[in-house]
């Protein structure tokens, strides 16, 4: 299924945004670290789209605040599948199965690596392909399940935030759009006289 968010801005409050250095940045919830999913500069009109297709990679980068996500191995990912990374890539584990609607990775290298969730997505016709949504600190012979939930977090963020960067935590306000259920696609509006963001 494919999912639509439109975020719309005024002239004046994009003009206060764009002075202040700030952008808009999503957040996918799902378990694990928080990690922008994608950061952007707004228009006045925002189209993001996305749909269910996920893939999952390992970094070398360990998990922690403010480190940015270098993918060193990747691959398109099932729900309820075991995924095996060993010798530089993922493999299905035939033996193994997770629940339906999450994503099982199992570590059997000798290092510690950061595992996660990405899943590509489309901002004003530029696609992010393999975007990060989660990141976890994943120990030498430990697994990690990943349970992803179509809830969208919104909120402007200064321009150091980038897509990929682990945060520990988020402070800005936020806006949070569900999606799933028959709910494909929301619109929003920013009010900058509250600072918050509203369904329209």
Not at 1 to 9: A, D, G
Not at 97 to 113: H, P, R, Y
């Amino acid at each position: 299924m494919e999912y639509n968010l439109k975020i719309n801005f005024s002239c004046d409050d994009l003009a206060n945004i764009y002075k202040a250095n700030q952008k808009v940045t999503l957040i996918k919830e799902s378990s694990g670290n928080s990690v922008p999913w994608v950061t952007f500069t707004p228009f006045q009109c925002n189209k993001i789209s996305w749909d269910e297709n996920y893939s999952i990679f390992a970094s070398t980068n360990l998990s922690q605040h403010g480190v940015m996500i270098d993918k060193v191995s990747e691959t398109n990912a099932n729900d309820g599948i075991v995924y095996d990374f060993n010798t530089g890539i993922f493999r299905r584990n035939a033996d193994e199965k997770t629940k339906k609607g999450s994503f099982q990775a199992v570590n059997n290298t000798s290092e510690n690596l950061t595992l996660g969730l990405a899943q590509t997505v489309t901002v004003n016709n530029n696609k992010c392909k393999g975007a990060p949504i989660t990141a976890s600190t994943v120990l030498a012979g430990q697994s990690v399940t990943f349970t992803p939930i179509e809830k969208v977090k919104i909120l402007l963020h200064s321009n150091e935030t980038h897509k990929g960067q682990i945060l520990s935590e988020v402070s800005s306000q936020k806006f949070s759009a569900y999606f799933g259920q028959g709910q494909d696609s929301i619109s929003i509006e920013y009010n900058g006289l509250t600072g918050k963001f509203n369904n329209i």
